[in-house]
């Protein structure tokens, strides 16, 4: 006979028998059932100080792993707090399960105390939701929400459980198969789409690979390395995928886009031929789609056929996942070099080596000021390329994935298509709770700190030692960069005075962190240095960085990349005469 349990007991083995290992999150009365038989489970709880906080650790944990984050909250508030990791997920294909409680199922639309219905606020940000209010369907609803935000593209998924339904008695029977109407990934590209990308490949002068995210998820980065070696083709890679190509090969050009180098930039606006792979075309890549790569053929395959064509067209449309399309490409790529049928992409190799020496990635120094560029190259250095760095949102984001060396997959964590201030302390809490032996920074602004730095205090008490870099510039950065440069340096509510109010040292010492300061270059080296030597709690460094400097190269938002600007005086010139 069946031993009849509560539905919150049902609801803890069935994460359990989903493989769950590490729950973020914060009890409250809807969802408070559950956490009894938590007590009891072999899942590690990390008690957060706030839900966004949580949501955002398990951003970072799954895109650190490969696995499903988890992250739970109670309703109404609870769960409302969740809708920015939800919706930043959802923006970056990152596997997420969210797990609510809700008012009982006989409350729900009275208005109830701390109801709200969070199923259809994040219907529009999330791969897939259920309300259970039937105890005997939570381990079918859970089994399918891992399911569902593991498989395809990627994303998160919530289930809310009515209160009633987590008190009831149910039994346990974890579903043996799974039945998904209508949910059919394609990951097998067509033969036809390969065979027709391989003759375009071939036929082409001047081809690129545009490398995206989904490259990342599909844990794709050893195919995309025989593809373009095989090939020869240049490569570069999105704010989404720094990592998924080594960043010492010498056929990476960089990141394009907004802030991408000036050969990345130029390798997509001039090329003939540009291989989209788990990229969806972003507007902080393409600038004006009018003006976008004008003489190009586009090769695009994604897992999901919803972005294929939807901002630019696509002359080779594949469905699939990136590395079978990748492996696939790699076969029929070398069946033709067997038959003496390879590229000829010397010119344009050359053109842009020519580029990119002319134009390299620099930043100005000043003697009595320390740069902020120079902070983080000088981290990425000597932290090295095993470690896990995440960012928030702003200059130092861009200056991070510029100026750190990236050779490994999932070694850089930030919020990409939302742009979530706040995101790099939890995320990189969730990154190191799941990767516990590799090094972790939180590359950070010292305006995103302040909005999530609470955290420190979940670190500190569950032995999570990140270390957190603060590029503490007194601003919020990237917003006083456009008023300089487009509102006439009126600087209207950019001043944040980080250098006075509040002390970030005592700030770390008060969360039982180790706090530091540095605001010399002479002592970049010797503060990081220190940083690394402590692992047994929360570092915080306080880098003191010069105010006015900018993020470059840079196309305004709205302009042409034919636009980029390599300095504010400084506009690139792209001689084709060699093409």
């Known amino acids: 006979m069946t031993e009849e349990i509560t539905g919150a007991q049902s609801l803890i083995t069935s994460l359990e028998a989903a493989g769950v290992e590490h729950i973020f999150g914060i009890p409250g009365g809807a969802i408070l059932p559950a956490y009894d038989p938590l007590m009891d489970s072999s899942i590690r709880h990390i008690l957060v100080r706030h839900e966004q906080g949580a949501g955002h650790a398990a951003q970072g944990y799954a895109s650190a792993t490969g696995r499903v984050g988890v992250c739970m909250a109670t309703s109404g508030p609870g769960a409302t707090n969740l809708v920015t990791p939800i919706a930043d997920a959802h923006m970056d294909s990152v596997p997420m399960v969210a797990v609510t409680g809700q008012v009982g199922a006989a409350s729900i639309g009275t208005d109830a105390f701390q109801e709200a219905d969070i199923r259809g606020i994040t219907m529009p940000i999330t791969k897939h939701n259920f309300l259970v209010t039937d105890p005997d369907e939570i381990p079918r609803r859970i089994a399918e929400a891992f399911h569902i935000a593991s498989t395809g593209r990627p994303g998160p998924v919530l289930v809310d459980v009515a209160k009633s339904a987590l008190q009831a008695t149910t039994t346990f029977q974890w579903p043996a198969e799974l039945h998904l109407p209508g949910y059919r990934p394609v990951t097998r590209p067509h ?89 969806r075309f972003d507007d902080r890549v393409t600038g004006n789609l009018d003006s976008f790569a004008p003489g190009a053929q586009v090769i695009h395959a994604d897992i999901d056929p919803a972005e294929i064509g939807k901002n630019r067209h696509a002359d080779v449309p594949i469905v699939g996942d990136a590395r079978e399309v ?125 909005m999530t730095n609470q955290e420190l205090a979940t670190c500190a008490i569950n032995d999570i030692p990140i270390k957190v870099a603060i590029i503490n510039n007194e601003s919020l950065g990237m917003v006083r960069q456009w008023q300089t440069l487009f509102y006439n340096s009126r600087y209207s509510n950019t001043d944040l005075q980080s250098k006075r109010i509040p002390d970030f040292v005592k700030l770390a010492e008060a969360y039982g962190c180790v706090g530091l300061a540095c605001d010399s270059p002479e002592d970049v080296d010797a503060t990081i240095t220190k940083a690394m030597e402590i692992n047994d709690v929360p570092v915080v460094v306080d880098f003191r960085v010069h105010r006015d400097a900018m993020v470059w190269p840079m196309v305004a938002a709205g302009t042409s990349n034919d636009d980029i600007k390599y300095a504010r005086d400084l506009a690139p010139d792209f001689d084709e005469d060699d093409l």
């Open 191 to 279: 033969a036809k789409q390969i065979r027709e990308a391989t003759r375009l490949i071939l036929e082409s002068r001047r081809p690129v690979l545009y490398v995206g995210g989904g490259t990342i998820r599909a844990a794709a980065s050893k195919e995309l390395l025989a593809l373009a070696e095989l090939t020869g083709m240049p490569v570069i890679t999105t704010l989404m995928a720094r990592g998924a190509f080594p960043d010492s090969h010498p056929q990476h050009l960089g990141m394009p886009g907004m802030h991408g180098s000036v050969a990345a930039v130029a390798a997509l606006q001039k090329s003939d031929l540009i291989i989209s792979l788990g990229a």
């Open 326 to 450: 990748i492996s696939d490409l790699v076969v029929a790529l070398r069946a033709e070099a067997d038959n003496g049928n390879t590229g000829d992409y010397e010119a344009w190799v050359q053109f842009l080596a020519g580029v990119r020496g002319k134009y390299p990635l620099g930043y100005d120094t000043t003697d009595d000021s320390l740069a902020p560029q120079y902070v983080i190259e000088r981290l990425g250095a000597i932290a090295g390329p095993d470690a896990i760095y995440t960012a928030g949102v702003g200059q130092h984001q861009m200056w991070a994935a510029q100026f750190v060396g990236y050779e490994k997959p999932r070694t850089w964590i930030n919020s990409g298509g939302l742009g979530t201030m706040g995101f790099a302390v939890p995320g990189a809490m969730g990154a190191k709770v799941g990767m516990p032996g590799s090094t972790v920074w939180a590359i950070d602004g010292d305006g995103c700190f302040q």
